[in-house]
């Protein structure tokens, strides 16, 4: 699976911003999808996952109210909706694909996307 993330950009606090992650080479919605992010000098965090019909979907309490993923299976997308931005959520955002929910959870899944930048000015 290819994945094409874009979306990212310069926001003020208190904004909204919505990254897409494009997939192609495989049967997207075999796929669980998630989203992740790495800001400098800190560990790479897990944002959220989306399985395959898009009928569920997994935060952690950080994001919890703040981000929302979708995804639309016919345009092969996963989504990242991401509101009342902060400074400290300026990171490199990444979507990942694995056929297992667990895996993505972890942070292990079989494929990664390149990221794109966020930056949420003060």
């Known amino acids: 699976v290819q994945l094409q993330a874009s979306g990212g950009g310069l926001v003020q606090a208190g904004g909204s911003l919505r990254l897409s992650c494009a997939a192609s080479?495989?049967?997207?919605?075999?796929?669980?999808m998630g989203w992740f992010r790495q800001a400098p000098g800190k560990e790479r965090e897990f944002l959220g996952a989306?399985?395959?019909?898009?009928?569920?979907?997994y935060y952690p309490d950080s994001v919890k109210g703040r981000f929302t993923i979708s995804r639309d299976n016919a345009k092969n997308t996963v989504y990242l909706q991401m509101n009342s931005l902060r400074p400290e959520d300026t990171a490199d955002y990444f979507c990942?694909?694995?056929?297992?929910?667990?895996?993505?959870?972890?942070?292990?899944?079989?494929?990664w996307g390149q990221g794109t930048l966020v930056t949420v000015s003060s």
């Open positions: 080479g495989r049967t997207f919605r075999d796929y669980v």
């Open positions: 990942a694909a694995d056929q297992s929910l667990h895996k993505i959870i972890i942070g292990t899944p079989e494929y």
């Open positions: 989306t399985i395959r019909s898009g009928e569920s979907t």
